[in-house]
């Protein structure tokens, strides 16, 4: 009777026999990979290259005049556009060297005002993402100013943090970005700039 106990699988893991006992599996999956699904990594690599597409699509949508459009001194389109670029540009350098700083951004003047240079630093930031490789849990600091009067501020991060901050990030000024267009007369595919969370919710 108690044999049998032992061999019943729970909702919280399982026994695995062993050169003649039995092991408890905390998470019977990890030991076949491939049915745990898309990593972490994949995933939130995915998150980023949705983002960036996003981009690419809006680019595709509006001229040259709606693209660096400011109304009463607000930030135009391409303001918007560089600033998402410029994030993901100190996150590939610091990629590299093991420390993004997100202070040391470009601050191109041309993505901001020109349309089809900001097309062409799309297509790069988006092949960039595909080519990251190793792992999520990767050691990064990352360095940036919070306060305009204080020192900058070090922490120690992963490279999974920094592309949620990436996604959140850039979803944040896509939906920015929608409003400026929207007040230009354009109108775009309805989850444009929505974060994942609410295209879910509203579809349930």
């Known amino acids: ?14 026994l695995r026999e062993q050169d003649g006992t039995y092991h408890y599996m ?4 990890a030991a ?13 690599l995915k998150g980023c290259a949705h983002s960036i597409d996003q981009c690419d699509y809006l680019l595709q949508q509006i001229s ?13 389109i391409g303001s918007h556009m560089r600033h998402i670029l410029d994030r993901f540009q100190c996150f590939f350098t610091g990629l590299g060297e093991g420390c993004v700083d997100y202070d040391a951004r470009d601050r191109d003047q ?3 005002s020109n349309l089809e240079a900001a097309r062409f630093a799309v297509a790069s930031v988006s092949r960039r993402i595909q080519e990251v490789q190793g792992s999520g849990d990767d050691a990064l600091m990352v360095r940036e100013s919070v306060h305009h009067l204080s020192p900058e501020v070090v922490l120690e991060s992963t490279v999974s943090r920094e592309l949620m901050g990436l996604v959140t990030h850039t979803t944040h000024h896509l939906a920015l970005i929608g409003l400026i267009a929207q007040d230009l007369g354009y109108s775009l595919e309805g ?7 609410t295209i879910v919710y509203e579809s349930s």
């Open 1 to 14: 009777m108690l044999y049998s106990f032992l061999l019943v699988a729970g909702p919280w893991g399982r």
């Open 26 to 29: 905390n998470n019977p999956t």
């Open 32 to 44: 076949n990979p491939a049915e745990s699904g898309p990593s972490q990594l994949e995933k939130l």
């Open 64 to 76: 040259d005049e709606s693209y660096v459009a400011s109304k009463d001194g607000a930030s135009s």
């Open 110 to 112: 041309s993505i901001a």
């Open 191 to 197: 989850n444009f700039g929505k974060a994942a969370s």
